[in-house]
């Protein structure tokens, strides 16, 4: 056992190789260490632990990106563990406030190599346990690693910390390769069809989801396989045989002025597809009649190659606009699949993933410019960010809740990568409110709507509209302003996003929000269901305009206003929003 004490921490290394930990900068209340790992022979290393400890002072709840929605603490015995791969998750652990000023984050720079961060609390001493844990799954032989971690106790907001680490994995500063159309909003079959997909029907829906402004189609699963009992063991071949004119389809897409996506899952191959002989002994995982598919091992070369060229072709042939490419977090090492063998050019499976998804972009890239791909959580760390550039929420059909959370998760992270929502779906005898709380509940995301437009009542479409309308004209404010997420431990109370002197916030649960200057314009939308909404004027008063809206954009009132210091308060219709203009002078 090795302890090092730098920088007011203890930690403590129990390990058979020789681990040395410096300082190489700190600023006030900043922490940069590197930590390196000498192995003395070339191999693929054993999991190497490092502990320390933190006092849990004025800590309130956690996050880190695989949280979604849980964010207490857990004692030791029970830690809350955070891993992170290139095809999952991302290295930072946040500890907040309950006012959510940030009171301890760690965060690595090394998103590739396998690794967990575990916390939870000290019963006898009421400290904070950290286990930092790398080498958690085989990777390639080395003979020594090294990794910068960051432990940052400023006390500022958490998501201003988050944000800076987003910039320092250089995520923000990345060249977009993707086209404008990753940010507008987008029609999906999949809650609305599943695998029951029918030409004439879908192009219908195309129609009417352009007049609403849906400027893409995702076509999801079903239109490689007659077969609709869901399960994946008719994949691997991915040949169109329900929509079976895939160039004629698209072009009438196109025709219609729509993009087109179509759905992957790329590492299953069905026991149904002449893929699943080509690849036996190939796979990472063994067969179970229980799911009649398995997941194909990128680590070796024909495996890469045959994914890349069935992408290649699609584009090519059927002058696809992107790719929806699910299931990557499904590539992982099982017992099965632990060792390694000639046939193989990858030893790690991170390499493996990374260099497969690195060719799928660069090599479409090369036949459509600005093509769209997208991934979902929990596959959308910083490398996954290099390949794709659409991040969706996780399925989590008709839960609002965490649709807001998980693009909220993504936002905190993903610097100007286009965040989707989880694919919106309602019961088509709701109230219009409820329809506008799911659409409101996404709004700092973009929209994914997943319904038989045709099938609507007119208040529903009416609904629809209105806050897609109010998403297209305010889509800069909305995606690209500073944002405030509040109260991450219950799925985000209030979120804002501004730019300049305009600002558009909305509230979850908490009906209030401060301003602190003057502004041009505020928006503030109610998703609390209370029957009021209160602007606190820190600032100076001011005079201006306002009028406020019921869910499908009916003006309820307007008129002028003095912005006095304090409470001002407006009623607001639930799933409503008011809009206030400056008066100028």
Request: include cysteine.
């Amino acid at each position: 056992m090795k302890k090092t004490e730098i920088g007011g921490f203890t930690f403590i290394s129990d390990s058979e190789y020789d681990i040395d930990i410096k300082m190489i900068n700190q600023s006030k209340q900043k922490l940069q260490l590197r930590i390196s790992v000498k192995i003395g022979h070339k191999c693929s290393p054993e999991t190497t632990v490092i502990k320390w400890t933190y006092p849990c002072r004025e800590i309130y709840a956690q996050w880190n990106p695989a949280l979604w929605s849980v964010h207490t603490l857990n004692p030791n015995w029970m830690p809350v563990t955070n891993p992170s791969r290139a095809a999952f998750g991302s290295p930072v652990q946040t500890h907040y406030s309950i006012d959510g000023i940030n009171k301890i984050t760690v965060s690595l720079n090394d998103p590739l190599t396998p690794m967990e961060i575990t916390s939870g609390i000290i019963e006898e001493t009421a400290e904070i346990a950290y286990k930092l844990k790398l080498f958690t799954e085989r990777i390639s032989p080395i003979n020594e690693y090294s990794v910068d971690m960051v432990i940052d106790t400023r006390a500022i907001p958490y998501y201003e910390i988050l944000s800076a680490i987003s910039n320092e994995w250089g995520i923000s500063q990345k060249e977009s390769t993707a086209s404008d159309f990753t940010k507008e909003p987008m029609y999906s079959t999949w809650y609305s069809f599943h695998q029951e997909l029918v030409y004439d029907g879908i192009i219908n829906q195309c129609k009417l989801a352009k007049q609403m402004g849906m400027e893409t189609i995702i076509i999801d699963d079903g239109w490689q396989t007659n077969d609709s009992e869901r399960g994946y063991a008719f994949c691997g071949d991915w040949n169109p045989d329900r929509i079976q004119d895939m160039k004629k389809f698209i072009s009438d897409v196109h025709t219609i002025g729509m993009k087109c996506i179509i759905w992957y899952s790329v590492p299953f191959v069905g026991i149904h597809s002449s893929a699943w002989n080509k690849f036996e002994g190939k796979f990472l995982d063994k067969f179970d009649e229980k799911h009649p598919w398995r997941v194909v091992d990128p680590r070796y070369p024909d495996v890469r190659e045959y994914l890349i060229s069935i992408y290649e072709n699609a584009v090519r042939d059927w002058d696809l606009d992107g790719l929806k490419l699910d299931f990557i977090n499904n590539i992982q090492l099982t017992e099965y699949s632990n060792q390694y063998d000639e046939l193989m050019d990858y030893e790690s499976l991170e390499d493996a993933i990374c260099s497969l998804l690195t060719e799928v972009k660069k090599r479409l890239t090369r036949i459509k410019p600005g093509i769209m791909l997208e991934f979902r959580q929990p596959y959308t760390g910083p490398l996954m960010m290099k390949c794709g550039n659409m991040l969706r929420v996780a399925d989590c059909p008709m839960d609002l809740q965490k649709n807001r959370a998980g693009i909220i998760d993504l936002r905190l992270l993903s610097g100007s990568v286009a965040v989707h929502s989880d694919m919106l779906m309602w019961n088509y005898e709701d109230s219009p409110e409820m329809v506008a709380l799911q659409l409101i509940n996404i709004i700092y995301g973009v929209p994914q709507i997943s319904m038989r437009i045709d099938k609507l009542s007119e208040e529903h479409k009416n609904v629809l509209s209105f806050y897609l309308d109010f998403w297209k004209k305010q889509k800069k404010y909305l995606l690209e302003g500073s944002l405030i997420a509040k109260n991450p431990e219950v799925g985000y109370s209030y979120v804002s996003s501004e730019i300049s002197d305009t600002i558009i916030a909305a509230a979850y649960i908490k009906n209030t929000m401060s301003i602190n200057k003057e502004y041009q314009s505020i928006t503030f939308m109610n998703a609390s269901w209370d029957d009021a909404l209160y602007i606190i004027n820190n600032g100076e008063e001011f005079d201006a305009i306002y009028t406020v809206y019921d869910c499908t954009g009916q003006v309820v009132s307007n008129g002028n206003i003095n912005m006095h210091k304090g409470a001002n308060t407006f009623a607001v219709p639930n799933s409503g929003m008011v809009c206030i203009n400056k008066k100028n002078s």
